[in-house]
């Protein structure tokens, strides 16, 4: 059983700083990519960032320069810092790993945390 448990959402004023994580736990042989998405109401979900297992990083448009997506591995946890949030981050931010139990890698996703930004 594999969980992945995501904590640091909540209001934020624009032009503020937000830090999300993610961390993954139970019988895991491998972690490989992490990643933050985000879901808007009546929008689809969408990459927010990507950080590979070698710590190459991926951004979407909306959040390079303002995010930075970054992972520990002997904690199995990734994080995302969020500055100069704007109004249109609010949404629920949710993490995704690749993890191997066995020699099978399979995609996980962690429950959600809404990011809210207003004044």
């Known amino acids: 059983q594999v969980q992945l448990v995501e904590s640091g959402g909540g209001l934020a004023q624009p032009g503020g700083s937000l830090s999300l994580s993610c961390v993954a736990s139970?019988?895991?042989?491998?972690?490989?990519?992490m990643a933050w998405y985000r879901q808007a109401p009546g929008k689809q979900r969408e990459l927010v960032a990507l950080?590979?297992?070698?710590?190459?990083?991926n951004y979407a448009d909306s959040g390079k320069g303002r995010f930075t997506i970054s992972r520990d591995n002997a904690k199995n946890t990734v994080y995302l810092q969020m500055n100069s949030l704007q109004s249109e981050d609010t949404a629920v931010y949710y993490c995704?790993?690749?993890?191997?139990?066995?020699?099978?890698?399979?995609?996980?996703w962690g429950q959600g945390t809404q990011v809210t930004v207003s004044s």
């Open positions: 139970g019988s895991i042989r491998s972690i490989y990519a």
């Open positions: 950080i590979t297992r070698g710590g190459s990083t």
């Open positions: 995704n790993v690749d993890i191997s139990v066995t020699s099978t890698v399979r995609n996980y």
